[in-house]
């Protein structure tokens, strides 16, 4: 049975975001979580605490990321830091700012003492004329500025973030070129994705035909100055040759619920066609709204292989590069320490057959066998009895799904029939009930949003 | 995926109804009365027919409507009739569809639905049952009831394909073609259904906008679409959504607010349903999309 759930929230699985807080000296006119500013709580320390734990004892996660709001607003943001350096379960501690503090060198210097070796920067204009009507805020672009040339002094490890939306389309290419002095790791790319404004009453969205060519513009730019570039939430095949700088990953964002009620969905006519299925966003629904389907503009590249229709939407488990484009992004590596392959091992060879991937995201722990022509997805998600399983181990539901390749004999039924059964049974005897999968990590219920004076 | 608050009955005020809720005994069935399997356990949970009931009540017909609907239930079996709710921005009305497509039962035919309704609503129409239809519907609102009888039928009939078909109005000993649609997977048969849709008496294509309104990227992530060529306007169904979906659709077309409320507070207990929803359109002089009647749908 075919599960049908809109395409959104594709999860990296090795980064975990933590929002310290909600409050911001800018007013970005596009800003995702402007609703929520001064209104949402921030994760509170001992839920930031049990995160931190929980990476300890069943390391899952790479990279804490802090962000809000502006982060560096927040003084207890220090209690966080010294938290997650302590605690040696992250190779990465990334802050996600505007960098307007940070014209403080000594400021600057502090968060890199305090264990922070990344720095994702918001940058949306070339030069205060374009930055500062974005923020909302005379003077951001030259504070901005100055923090990242602190940065670079201090041998940081900067990274940029650029949102697109109708406001600095045009100057894509001039921020590459601004940037490029400051040899960034990694400039980022997304295009704007409409929160709470689905009619895009602030025309903010950018039609791709006029998006696409100046994005290209900036990645050729970039590729001149071999700066690396990730871009989001465009059509690859709108993408051209830059079409392996599409990475719409997300990490693992612990944030109020109602920030994910907002979220956009994603979809694209041509997906069951088109080679790039799997690693595609294509468009938002505010923007099929607005501006239609694009059918004409978006090009499907035929597919190799079958389309199977995805259940939960999109699933990324490593920031790894991806195999060839379309392939199935991979797990940890085989002589990697992992908890996840450990709980299927040796059960795939007695029945003729082999582990040909393992992936997580945050909801899901997805193995796929094969046998011969046949394959299987056993699929682990949180335990829960309200929903559909073939069997419940301690921590998970297990179940199959992606039964492909069968042959007309009825043998090779029978026999995934066996594997499928002793790779649950496996997982039952092997579960101690301390790995964990989530539905949500968000925050639940009042203590998610302030209290107000009436 | 939203994670949606159960609500108890309790805070939806004074209902005159009870709610149905779910039993091992329930079936699950699109409005093909194809069968499905549900999203979630629905075990403990709410029937979507409490959409319906709600629905008769805003229209006024809920008391004539219920002895039809039990009667009805007794005669084929729980879940072996889809109801079908509509609204064309003023009114609310209904529509009853018995299938049957193998002649397996007899109640299930014009002849057998005359006598489980006679004395509730008798059926005027006259249909030769070598008639090889495989669904029958008739109307269920106001009018209905305030004339006391059925006065038309449609009859549905399946193309050579199995996944189309046609429909006939008869009214009195007259039968005339009413509307042919056609059946298809949303995504693995994209090139097909763009065909159908653009291949339109009524609405222009033209403009690359206009299919974003037709082909509703909301309810595009569907089981399948079914696309209708009727006497004097498109339509348009998507079959197997979520209840998060049909909220989306309700509101969208601005169905009566205390249906959309009861739908709300009830749905965490439908989230085990897909729905399944239409939509007539109309494109007006400046190229703008409406719809003027909208449905949604479910089985009692």
Redesign the interface.
């Known amino acids: 049975m075919q599960s049908f759930k809109g395409r959104t929230e594709p999860t990296r699985f090795e980064d975990l975001t933590v929002t310290v807080d909600f409050h911001c000296h800018s007013a970005c006119r596009f800003c995702i979580v402007q609703e929520g500013m001064n209104d949402y709580r921030g994760v509170p320390f001992e839920r930031f605490k049990q995160a931190v734990d929980e990476n300890q004892q069943t390391p899952r996660y790479r990279r804490v990321s802090f962000t809000g709001g502006e982060v560096t607003l927040e003084k207890k943001l220090f209690d966080y830091l010294a938290y997650a350096k302590a605690s040696e379960s992250f190779d990465h501690i990334r802050l996600q700012t505007d960098a307007r503090l940070l014209r403080d060198p000594a400021f600057a210097e502090r968060l890199l003492e305090a264990g922070v070796d990344e720095f994702f920067v918001s940058l949306h204009g070339p030069d205060a004329d374009v930055h500062d009507f974005i923020t909302q805020r005379p003077g951001s672009f030259e504070q901005t500025w100055r923090g990242l040339l602190n940065l670079r002094e201090l041998g940081a490890t900067i990274l940029t973030n650029t949102v697109m939306t109708t406001l600095n389309v045009d100057h894509l290419a001039a921020i590459v070129q601004r940037v490029s002095a400051l040899e960034p790791a990694t400039m980022e790319f997304w295009n704007y994705l409409p929160m709470a404004d689905k009619a895009d009453e602030l025309g903010l969205i950018v039609p791709m035909a006029r998006l696409m060519p100046a994005l290209r513009r900036a990645l050729d730019e970039a590729r001149e100055r071999s700066i690396r570039c990730a871009v989001k939430y465009v059509p690859i095949c709108l993408l051209g040759e830059h079409a392996s700088s599409i990475d719409n990953a997300q990490p693992d964002v612990v944030i109020v619920e109602e920030f994910y009620d907002l979220y956009p969905k994603f979809a694209c006519l041509w997906e069951a066609k088109c080679e790039h299925a799997e690693a595609c966003l294509a468009l938002t629904h505010a923007y099929v709204g607005k501006y239609g389907w694009e059918k004409s503009l978006l090009v499907p590249e035929p597919r190799t292989k079958p389309w199977v229709e995805p259940d939960e939407g999109l699933a990324y488990g490593t920031e790894k590069p991806l195999e060839p484009s379309g392939a199935f992004p991979r797990g940890p590596a085989e002589n990697e320490p992992d908890p996840w392959r450990a709980l299927v091992a040796g059960v795939a060879p007695e029945h003729d057959a082999s582990l040909a991937s393992l992936v997580l995201d945050r909801r899901r722990c997805t193995f796929r066998f094969e046998r011969g022509q046949a394959s299987v997805d056993v699929v682990l998600t949180k335990r829960s009895s309200n929903r559909q399983a073939l069997v419940r181990s301690r921590s998970f539901n297990i179940s199959y799904r992606n039964l492909l390749g069968l042959d007309e004999t009825g043998d090779d039924k029978a026999a995934m029939a066996k594997l499928i059964e002793a790779v649950a049974q496996t997982v039952v005897s092997r579960d101690a009930g301390e790995m964990l999968l989530d539905e949500r990590k968000g925050l639940v219920g009042p203590t998610s949003r302030r209290k107000r004076k009436s | ?3 949606l608050p159960v609500v108890h009955p309790g805070a939806l005020g004074e209902l005159p109804f009870p709610l149905a809720r779910t039993s091992p005994s329930d079936r699950h069935f699109d409005y093909c009365l194809q069968p ?6 629905p075990r403990g949970k709410l029937r979507a027919e409490n959409l319906l009931l709600k629905a008769l009540e805003l229209s006024g017909s809920l008391a004539p409507a219920l002895p039809v609907i039990e009667a009805l239930r007794a005669s084929l079996g729980r879940d072996m009739v889809v109801w079908g709710t509509k609204w064309d921005g003023e009114r609310l009305f209904f529509e009853l569809y018995i299938y049957d497509p193998q002649k397996e039962d007899p109640k299930a035919t014009v002849s057998g639905l005359r006598e489980t309704l006679r004395s509730l609503l008798p059926i005027g129409p006259t249909v030769a049952e070598t008639i090889p239809y495989m669904m029958v519907s008739f109307d269920l609102d106001v009018p209905v009831f305030e004339s006391g009888a059925v006065s038309e039928l449609n009859l549905y009939l399946s193309d050579v394909d199995a996944h189309a078909g046609r429909s006939y109005v008869v009214s009195g000993e007259q039968m005339a073609l009413a509307n042919t649609y056609r059946f298809l997977e949303p ?2 048969e ?1 090139d097909t259904l ?1 065909a159908l849709l653009e291949s339109s008496s009524f609405i222009d294509y033209s ?7 037709v ?1 509703l ?2 309810l ?4 399948r679409v079914c696309v209708a060529k009727k006497r004097l306007r498109d339509g348009v169904y998507f079959s ?1 959504l ?1 209840i998060e979906q049909l909220l989306g659709f309700l509101r969208r077309c601005s169905y009566p607010a205390p249906l959309v409320a009861f739908a709300d507070a009830i749905a965490g207990d439908l989230d085990h349903v897909y729905f399944d929803v239409g939509l007539d359109l109309l494109q007006d002089a400046s190229g703008a999309i409406s719809y003027p009647k909208t449905s949604f749908y479910g089985t009692f």
Do not use: E, H
């Open positions: 995926m939203t994670s499905y399997r549900p999203r979630r356990s995504k693995r994209i763009l403009d690359p906008r206009v299919l974003g309104r082909l990227p909301d595009f992530a569907c089981k197997g979520s």
